[in-house]
């Protein structure tokens, strides 16, 4: 990831004024539309490839396995499975309210 000199506390407020435009959108369409102008398609493999690992994840599925179903890497999914165990919860939070969950 590229790092750019500056203020860390200007970085998280372009991060929140990032969350707060996504928040704004009001379907999936606009959503989707939004990703694909903010996003290069490599950027929207590397997102959908962790994204559809999750759930096998959480399933408990192996790693390997997940990589035969998937093709995504090895290392991908590690890197989700330690974010699913140590990160900021999102990913928990954005498998509940897609399953209709709140919380």
Same mark, same amino acid.
């Given at each position: 990831m590229k790092r750019r000199p500056g203020d860390i506390e200007a970085q998280k407020d372009v &991060? %929140? *004024?990032l969350a707060t435009a996504i928040h704004g959108l009001r379907s999936g369409d606009e $959503? @989707?539309?939004f990703l694909e102008d903010l996003c290069t398609? *490599?950027? +929207?493999e590397a997102m959908t490839d962790r994204w559809r690992v $999750?759930?096998? +994840?959480?399933?408990g599925?192996?790693? @390997?396995?997940?990589?035969? #179903?998937t093709q995504v890497s090895v290392t991908? &999914? !590690?890197?989700v499975a @330690?974010? +699913? %165990?140590r990160g900021a919860g999102g990913y928990d939070l954005a498998v @509940?309210?897609?399953? !209709? #969950?709140? !919380?």
């Open positions: &991060i %929140d *004024a $959503v @989707r539309a398609p *490599a950027e +929207l $999750v759930p096998l +994840l959480q399933e599925i192996p790693y @390997r396995e997940i990589h035969e #179903r991908t &999914i !590690g890197r @330690r974010t +699913l %165990d @509940r309210r897609s399953r !209709g #969950r709140t !919380g």
